[in-house]
């Protein structure tokens, strides 16, 4: 499975951006989707993630209530609407798919492929 994330660029504090990333392969739609971000100099963190059926995301404590996790199996794409940013949410945003659980949604080691990531910056 191949990702392309896009959407990212540059934004005010309190502004909106949307994510995408679009997967190759219809395989996709039985993969669960998370979103993961790394800021300079920090470790790639979880951000949001998605079961293969879609509904209920799943979040981090950072983010919530801002940020809202969809997909569209039929398009093979899941979106990452982001609201409210910070400059904190500055970072490169990575999709990644992998056959995770609900219990393993938050870790890296639980998705085996990676997109490259789009850039978000947030000025203040």
């Known amino acids: 499975v191949q990702l392309q994330a896009s959407g990212g660029g540059l934004v005010q504090a309190g502004g909106s951006l949307r994510l995408s990333c679009a997967a190759s392969e219809r395989s996709f739609s039985r993969s669960a989707m998370g979103w993961f971000r790394q800021a300079p100099g920090k470790e790639r963190e979880f951000v949001a993630a998605i079961r293969w059926g879609g509904g209920y995301g799943y979040y981090a404590d950072s983010v919530k209530g801002r940020f809202t996790i969809s997909r569209d199996n039929a398009e093979n794409t899941v979106y990452l609407q982001m609201s409210t940013l910070k400059p904190e949410d500055t970072a490169v945003y990575y999709c990644?798919?992998?056959?995770?659980?609900?219990?393993?949604?938050?870790?890296?080691?639980?998705?085996?492929?990676w997109g490259r990531g789009t850039l978000v910056t947030v000025s203040s």
């Open positions: 990644a798919a992998g056959q995770a659980i609900t219990s393993t949604l938050r870790l890296t080691s639980s998705y085996a492929y």
